[in-house]
């Protein structure tokens, strides 16, 4: 059996099939965008370090997205009651060497966060991976974290100043508020 098309109904059939195209077209890119506009918010200036980076929003999009899908395979918890209540002591510990002892607070400052992030289930890796997987749930830490970090683990011959010192101090604290005293919030706000 065979069937004979006009060529009107060719033409049709080939204007249909054109205007399909064109709306899978569309509707590919539009997720696209929202997809990127979606992980640009979420992310904030991580996502333009990204891609910085990676060299295209679309690897450094992929890279995104591979951190969210590692990080979702990781045993992320909340802490327990005392073990909250320790690092808060550890914490007020090392802020109060700070006055005599800045260079020695700030790097001690450093290990308790990686402690933290360790009793919560992030894994022990390299600063960079450590700072990737907590850019997931934290975005908007990272750039003061690296900025810390820095700080923390410089050791060259021009030392940090008091006032770096100091400022590295500042953001680990909005770091150590965030990771462990957030926390706290919302259990209160959940038994209320």
Known sequence: MYFYFSN?????????????????????FERRRRRSVALRARYGSEYGLAVMKHGSSRQAEAKL??????????????LGNSERERFVREWQAVQSRFVDYPKAAVTEADDLVNALLEARG???????????D????????????????AIAVRNSPILATTEELRTSMIQYRAIFDELILAQKARIEASAA
């Not at 997205?65 to 909340?78: C, F, K, P, Q, S």
């Not at 992030?122 to 990737?132: D, G, L, M, S, T």
């Open 122 to 132: 992030y894994p022990k890796a390299i600063f960079e991976q450590r700072a990737a």
């Open 65 to 78: 997205a591979d951190r969210e899908t590692r990080v979702d395979a990781l045993n992320i918890r909340d």
């Open 8 to 28: 009107s109904q060719l033409t049709d059939a080939g204007l249909v099939l054109l205007a399909l195209l064109i709306v899978a077209t569309v509707v590919f």
């Open 134 to 149: 907590v850019s997931v749930t934290y975005p908007h830490l990272m750039e003061n974290y690296r900025l810390a970090h």
